[in-house]
Structure formats: C-alpha cells, structure tokens
T-cell receptor, first 113, second 112 residues
Framework: QQPVQSPQAVILREGEDAVINCSSSKALYSVHWYRQKHGEAPVFLMILLKGGEQKGHEKISASFNEKKQQSSLYLTASQLSYSGTYFCGEWTDRGSTLGRLYFGRGTQLTVWP | DAGVIQSPRHEVTEMGQEVTLRCKPISGHDYLFWYRQTMMRGLELLIYFNNNVPIDDSGMPEDRFSAKMPNASFSTLKIQPSEPRDSAVYFC??????????FGPGTRLTVT
C-alpha cells in the first residue's frame, strides 16, 4: 500500500516550473507532502484534506482530487533551494487519527542556476 | 523547542552485534514513529506508538527488531543480531495534535 509518484526525477533551470504527481489505488482521506534535502530529514510542506482543496507554501502549491485519488504538487519559478526529494504520503484511515501514513518512493528535483 | 533528538547520529558495527538507536520526541507529542530509509525500499514505517503504546508494528522486518517506549520522552529501536542488510538511515518522528510529523536528524547505521 504505497502511493505512486511521477516522475521519479526532474531537472530544472532556476525559474522554471515543475509538477509532481501522486496517485493512489485507495480512497484517500488526506495527502501529505514532505521535502527532504540531501543528507537531511524530511520536512513537512503541507497537507490536503479531501474536497479538492488547494494549498500553498511559498511558491509551491498543491491540489487534491479525491475522486481520482490523485494529488499534484506545483513548483512555480523554481529556486535553487527547492532542490531535494519530494515525498507524498497518503492517509487512508478515514476519520481516525490512529491511521498510518504511507509514503511514495519520492521524486528527486534538481534545480540548476 | 529542541526538536526530535536521535542518538547516535552514526553507528558502525559488525554483523552479529546488538545495535540500539535512541529517540527523544518533542515534548507534548503523543505519537512516535520509527522509519527506515534505503535507496532500494524508500522510506518505510517500522512501528509507531500512541501514548507510549505500540499501535502498528507491521513494518518491523523480523524478530531481530524490537522497539520500546518506556515513557513519553524516550524510545529505543534495537536490532539483535544486526546484519549488513540492516544498513540504512533510521528516522524517528513525532506528532502532536496536528497531522504534521516532525522528523529527527536520523541515525546512519552501517553494518559490516
């Protein structure tokens, strides 16, 4: 039980945009996005609850399509600091805080000057 | 707040030895998670606790792995005996009333 992320890797020039997708085979209650820089721990970016909600963090935003069981992370005008591995996590235990978070394999984003 | 604290940061040991990893969660957080990260398998949840009680240990690889949380401010993950395939980065994370998990810096374990 693990969401599928695509693409596996993205290489960008500073200022370019990117989209990272996360798909699940199960009904989702929420989708969580984390970023992990090389040699560091994952850091929480945002959570999206069911209902097609969109959120933003700096110039990073995300959407959640509950019906399609998909979430997408949008990175606009990428900065060098955006480089890292992005993980989506799916929370399928509807209505309960005791559910576990399943992480995808990650998308490695590299931004070049 | 100091954040999640893990020790040691690096551990190199020989196959067959016992390894103990330690974690201090953020004060007031009542969830604690142990993850293992490798290139092959990504970020895997091994076990998590709620109010010091293990809730889901289905990710623990085998009987060589054990985890305890004797109180709200301390948890251990023990591997006995260790094997080279246990080499990985082990993260501890904690969570409070919200959904955000706060990860510790990790312990890089190398078993030779």
């Amino acid at each position: 039980q693990q969401p599928v992320q695509s693409p596996q890797a993205v290489i960008l020039r500073e200022g370019e945009d990117a989209v990272i997708n996360c798909s699940s085979s199960k009904a989702l209650y929420s989708v969580h996005w984390y970023r992990q820089k090389h040699g560091e721990a994952p850091v929480f970016l945002m959570i999206l609850l069911k209902g097609g909600e969109q959120k933003g963090h700096e110039k990073i935003s995300a959407s959640f399509n509950e019906k399609k069981q998909q979430s997408s992370l949008y990175l606009t005008a990428s900065q060098l600091s955006y480089s890292g591995t992005y993980f989506c996590g799916e929370w399928t235990d509807r209505g309960s805080t005791l559910g576990r978070l399943y992480f995808g394999r990650g998308t490695q984003l590299t931004v070049w000057p | 707040d100091a954040g999640v604290i893990q020790s040691p940061r690096h551990e190199v040991t020989e196959m067959g030895q016992e390894v103990t990893l330690r974690c201090k969660p953020i004060s007031g957080h009542d969830y604690l998670f142990w993850y293992r990260q490798t290139m092959m398998r990504g970020l895997e949840l091994l076990i998590y606790f709620n109010n010091n009680v293990p809730i889901d240990d289905s990710g623990m690889p085998e009987d060589r792995f054990s985890a305890k949380m004797p109180n709200a401010s301390f948890s251990t993950l023990k591997i006995q005996p260790s094997e080279p395939r246990d080499s990985a980065v082990y993260f501890c994370a904690s969570r409070g009333t919200g959904y955000e998990q706060y990860f510790g810096p990790g312990t890089r374990l190398t078993v030779t």
